[in-house]
């Protein structure tokens, strides 16, 4: 069983930075692919990035390519999501996924275990 907690939303304006961190416990967190989603009011759960054991990344190109950074650390069982030139439309509460995998996917489907979420509003 894996635990996941966010942490690191707020409130920025737009083109600010913001970083978000996402703290496993339980599970050997070497083994779990990683991701990140967001849902803003009213719209469905969507993909943001999925980081695999040795770092590989994808994202979800339209949204967020070159502004965010998704990384992790394995031995202190954390991973992060770094945003930069945030926009409003990046507003949503962002929630940290896990599946024991070694390959990444922008499904939720594919993901077992789920964070409570943190909120990240952008105002213009």
């Known amino acids: 069983q894996v635990q996941l907690v966010e942490s690191g939303g707020g409130s920025v304006q737009a083109g600010g930075s913001l970083r978000l961190s996402c703290a496993a416990s339980g599970g050997t967190f070497s083994s779990y692919v990683m991701g990140w989603f967001r849902q803003a009011p009213g719209k469905e759960r969507e993909f943001v990035a999925s980081?695999?054991?040795?770092?590989?990344?994808?994202y979800d190109e339209d949204s967020v390519k070159d502004r965010f950074t998704i990384s992790r650390d394995n031995l202190k069982k954390m991973v992060y999501l770094q945003m930069n030139s945030l926009k409003p439309e990046d507003t949503a509460v962002y929630y940290c996924?896990?599946?024991?995998?070694?390959?990444?996917?922008?499904?939720?489907?594919?993901?077992?275990?789920w964070g409570q979420g943190t909120q990240v509003t952008v105002s213009s």
């Open positions: 996924a896990a599946q024991f995998s070694r390959y990444g996917t922008r499904w939720t489907s594919g993901y077992g275990y």
């Open positions: 980081i695999t054991w040795n770092g590989g990344a994808r």
